[in-house]
Each structure stands twice: as structure tokens, then as C-alpha cells.
């Protein structure tokens, strides 16, 4: 199973910007997805999730402000963030968790919210 993530880039405060993240390979089953997030010098930290059955939990920090999606067709999940900060600077990676708790990492996307 790959994951192929896709959407980052440089944006202005305030701006959005949607990430994607399409899952390739035999998948038995998606237990859940999560969006993880690391910025230079710091933890890599869970910024959203969301499960097979839709249910879905946000860090504190982007609440409000982040939605996670998924489509269990096309094995993506998505996540649009509005209202950017310059501390939502970071190398976003998704990871799929697969119905025996397997994780698969994709490869991380840099956000970067400056003007």
C-alpha cells in the first residue's frame, strides 16, 4: 500500500488550502485516516482523524478551523484547512490505519503559511 499525498504549498495567512491523500495498493480494509503534522523542531502531532464509520477528532488547535474527509471509494482522504496561521506551518503526512492496526505513512507535503 502507497499513500500519495498532494496539495501543499505557500499560502497567506488567513488563506486555505485542501490536501489530499490517495491510497494505492491491495487494502483489506480502512480502519481509520489521520492527518499528523510536523514543524521544524517539534513533535510530529495528530492534527485530525477520521474513521471508517465517519467519525472524526481534531487537535485543539485546528478545531474549528480543519475538516477532515474521506472517500472510501476512491481510498482518499482529504483535509481543508481554513483560516491559516503561520504556526500551522508544517510538513503535513497522512497515514492509514488498516483493519488489523496496521499504519501506512505517505510521504509528508510542506504547508507554509506566510506572507
Known amino acids: 500500500v502507497q499513500l500519495q499525498a498532494s496539495g501543499g504549498g505557500l499560502v497567506q495567512p488567513g488563506g486555505s488550502v485542501r490536501l489530499s491523500c490517495a491510497a494505492s495498493?491491495?487494502?483489506?480494509?480502512?480502519?481509520?485516516w489521520g492527518w499528523y503534522r510536523q514543524a521544524p523542531g517539534k513533535q510530529r502531532e495528530l492534527v485530525a482523524g477520521?474513521?471508517?464509520?465517519?467519525?472524526?477528532n481534531y487537535a485543539g488547535s485546528v478545531k474549528g478551523r480543519f475538516t477532515v474527509s474521506s472517500d472510501n471509494a476512491k481510498n482518499t482522504v482529504y483535509l481543508q484547512m481554513n483560516s491559516l496561521k503561520p504556526e500551522d506551518t508544517a510538513i503535513y503526512y497522512c497515514?492509514?490505519?488498516?483493519?488489523?492496526?496496521?499504519?501506512?505513512w505517505g510521504q509528508g507535503t510542506q504547508v507554509t503559511v506566510s506572507s
Open positions: 497515514v492509514l490505519t488498516s483493519g488489523v492496526k496496521y499504519n501506512y
Open positions: 477520521i474513521t471508517s464509520g465517519s467519525t472524526t
Open positions: 495498493g491491495t487494502i483489506s480494509s480502512v480502519y481509520a
